[in-house]
């Protein structure tokens, strides 16, 4: 069973950046979206970004121009540029192929004000 491990989270001061991996994702074939979530204790997983094999890419509209999506051939990469208070939470990376869907465990990520 292919697992999704995520790093880089971590503590960080407004308008700092931080670049999260997403290590797994070159063992899964038939790979249809990845993409990260993330939640805060007590909420919804809310959607964050996504990237398509053919390299589409779609953004939530709160963090649309300071975070970016992308892969290499066994990673998938989330960099978070000018993160704010609200961007505090744990975030998940996702991948769907045609038979499963992957989650990993999670990073948290803290940003203070």
């Known amino acids: 069973q292919v697992q999704l491990v995520e790093s880089g989270g971590g503590l960080v001061q407004t308008g700092g950046s931080l670049r999260l991996s997403c290590a797994g994702v070159?063992?899964?074939?038939?790979?249809?979206?990845m993409a990260w979530y993330r939640r805060v204790p007590g909420k919804q997983r809310d959607f964050v970004a996504l990237l398509t094999p053919a390299g589409a890419t779609d953004y939530a509209g709160s963090v649309k121009d300071r975070f970016i999506i992308s892969r290499d051939n066994a990673q998938v990469w989330l960099q978070m540029n000018n993160l704010k208070p609200e961007d505090t939470a744990v975030y998940y990376c996702?991948?769907?192929?045609?038979?499963?869907?992957?989650w990993g465990q999670g990073t948290q990520v803290t940003v203070s004000s």
């Open positions: 070159g063992s899964i074939s038939g790979i249809n979206i």
């Open positions: 996702y991948v769907g192929s045609t038979d499963h869907d992957y």
